[in-house]
């Protein structure tokens, strides 16, 4: 044996040894001695026969090309896409079993893993989901996964009211798709126990969640698999591809970046590493889960007590079980040669279901029982939260303190370590407020001119009196941009060229088009990376920026409050 172990595999014996104690504390069979080599030996999963059959077809929206609906097919485009917040009626035109352009690194499509792999259950919530939309997302798993690891899919229909949900779903799947079954939950439960509730049912080594309106692209499953294999405590998450709402296009949301949140707890990214972009085809590190399409050994899963039962219908989970996942001595990766397209609705069609503020709620319950004093930067921005009812969280506490998970400040300083730079917790004092008069002209202040998203802005007379117009009140925030008091709406220029219009778009935060610096010394407004000055001419009453020009006097402006410090 040992003679083997030297002569055909690279690593050492002390590796070989440290390996087997690693698999010792996992979920998957310890092999016998003997079979180490076959253990550790890696192989080509990719089907090739599958992949060059996907790359013959042809058809609307096939590898992943936009498609569009004729003029006589555009009747139901309407009211199919109310009822989903896609075009659900272009969905009817592609094929179940489209192909999807394989748009992963060069790298990955050499890359082999390991041979013995475990088994898996794919689990898929799904409420209203539109007929095509849902059994896409059940043939490209069928289509695209080794038969041998997977052992079923589980759809799991949250109370659905379209009525083919049920019976035509079942026959459906009974005739075609042998492998996936539908559960039929008797009331509205919420995404979050709808999956508890397939995983429940599940009897694979492995649970991945998916959404119920994505596609599994070319070899998604080995390299979620594999570091779940090499350790239990794991959670991995493809990189998650973009199918285009409209059109069906299929494509890639950017290079791959880690995931974060910010204090209002919307979802946020952060840069990889250094050393993660040296690996561009290797898992890496992750806080923060998106939310719906990941692996997780089952018996991890289970160890972590699933989900908190009392979240309701949507929004929050992905924190829970990421804050979990870390604090409670797992570690959660991305990979990138694991791609999963989804459909970013426009708009979420479905009515509250009666149940007020249930985001606020599951988010509260989550920052009480994870997040230590750090929960207070939420509160500080809704203080609402403080108002809400999280109901009964004991069990929750319970759990936290058995498993003997560490705190949140660990968290923050070891796996989300760069999060305050780009989303401070306490977020320093805007650079200025009020007003901002002309000094060419000082009889003219700079004037939203009640546009909104688009529209160009402007200068008009200053308003006067205690009771100051509204359209002439801007805050220079620290993320330097200059925002409409009160709204969400940013100075932006898009415009290279002289003269460029100032117009107003929703903030993004990452300065580009947004960018302006308030120069106090020269009085200028300066705008974006190639600086250009904010200028006017009061005759035309037009607001625009130019060239800066030491001696231009309406390019000069009054600030009202700078703050100095
Ligand atoms: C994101 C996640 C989603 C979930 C959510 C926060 C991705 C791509 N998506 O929003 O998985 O983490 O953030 O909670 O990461 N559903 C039910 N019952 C309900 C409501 C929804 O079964 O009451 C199903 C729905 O059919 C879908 C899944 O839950 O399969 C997620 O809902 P979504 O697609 O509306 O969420 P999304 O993608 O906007
Ligand atoms: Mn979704």
């Given at each position: 044996v040992l003679f083997r172990i030297l002569t055909n595999n690279r690593l050492n014996v002390v590796d070989k040894v440290k390996d087997i104690v690693n698999r010792d504390a996992g979920v998957f069979p310890v092999e016998e001695p003997n079979q180490l080599i076959a253990l550790n030996e890696k192989i080509d999963w990719h089907n090739y026969k599958y992949i060059n059959k996907d790359k013959a077809r042809t058809g609307p929206g096939e590898q992943g090309r936009p498609a569009y609906l004729n003029t006589n097919e555009q009747k139901n485009y309407d009211k199919l896409y109310k009822v989903n917040g896609f075009n659900a009626a272009l969905s009817d035109k592609i094929a179940l079993d489209r192909a999807v352009p394989d748009i992963r690194h060069e790298g990955c499509k050499s890359k082999k893993y390991l041979k013995k792999l475990p088994t898996v259950s794919v689990i898929v919530p799904f409420h209203n989901e539109h007929w095509t939309t849902l059994l896409r997302t059940a043939t490209s798993v069928v289509n695209r996964s080794p038969s041998h690891l997977l052992k079923e899919v589980i759809l799991v229909d949250d109370c659905s009211t379209k009525d083919f949900s049920r019976k035509p779903l079942d026959d459906y799947l009974a005739a075609n798709l042998t492998k996936v079954r539908a559960i039929h939950l008797p009331e509205r439960s919420g995404l979050i126990r709808a999956r508890l509730a397939g995983a429940r049912e599940a009897t694979a080594e492995v649970l991945i969640f998916l959404d119920s309106h994505t596609e599994a692209n070319v070899n998604w499953l080995p390299p979620l698999l594999e570091p779940i294999a090499q350790d239990y405590r794991t959670c991995v998450c493809p990189f998650i591809d973009v199918v285009q709402y409209e059109t069906f296009e299929y494509r890639s949301q950017d290079e791959g970046a880690r995931g974060a949140f910010d204090w209002e707890f919307y979802y946020k990214r952060l840069p990889l590493l250094p050393e993660d972009l040296k690996h561009p085809t290797e898992p890496f590190k992750s806080p923060i889960m998106a939310g719906g399409l990941f692996a997780i050994s089952t018996k991890f899963f289970w160890e972590l007590g699933g989900y908190d039962e009392g979240l309701d219908i949507w929004g929050g989970e992905q924190y829970e079980l990421s804050f979990k996942i870390w604090q409670c001595g797992g570690q959660m990766y991305d990979a990138p040669c694991s791609r999963v397209g989804h459909i970013y609705r426009k708009y979420a069609p479905f009515p509250n279901p009666g149940k007020g503020d249930f985001v606020g709620r599951n988010y509260r319950r989550v920052a009480e029982v994870w997040?230590?004093?750090?929960a207070q930067y939420l509160y500080n921005r809704r203080p609402h939260y403080k108002n809400l009812d999280t109901g009964d969280i004991s069990k929750q506490k319970a759990l936290r303190k058995s498993l003997n998970c560490k705190p949140f400040s660990w968290f923050m300083k070891t796996i989300a370590f760069d999060l305050p730079l780009k989303y401070p917790p306490i977020e320093p004092g805007d650079f200025g407020t009020g007003e901002i008069r002309n000094l060419g002209a000082p009889e003219l202040c700079v004037d939203s001119m009640r546009k909104d998203r688009d529209g160009v802005v402007g200068i008009q007379e200053c308003a006067k009196g205690t009771g100051k117009k509204a359209d002439q009140n801007f805050t220079l925030t620290w993320h330097k941009d200059l925002r409409v008091r009160g709204k969400t709406l940013c100075f932006d220029v898009s415009d290279p060229n002289d003269k460029a219009d100032v117009t107003l778009y929703p903030c993004h935060g990452s300065q580009g088009n947004q960018y302006w610096k308030y120069n106090v010394e020269k009085q200028w407004f300066v705008h974006g990376g190639n600086p250009r000055c904010l200028d006017c001419d009061p005759g035309k009453k037009r607001l625009y920026v130019t060239t800066c020009d030491e001696?231009?006097?309406?390019q000069k402006w009054r600030f009202e409050n700078v703050n100095l410090t």
């Open positions: 997040m230590d004093e750090y001696n231009s006097k309406t």
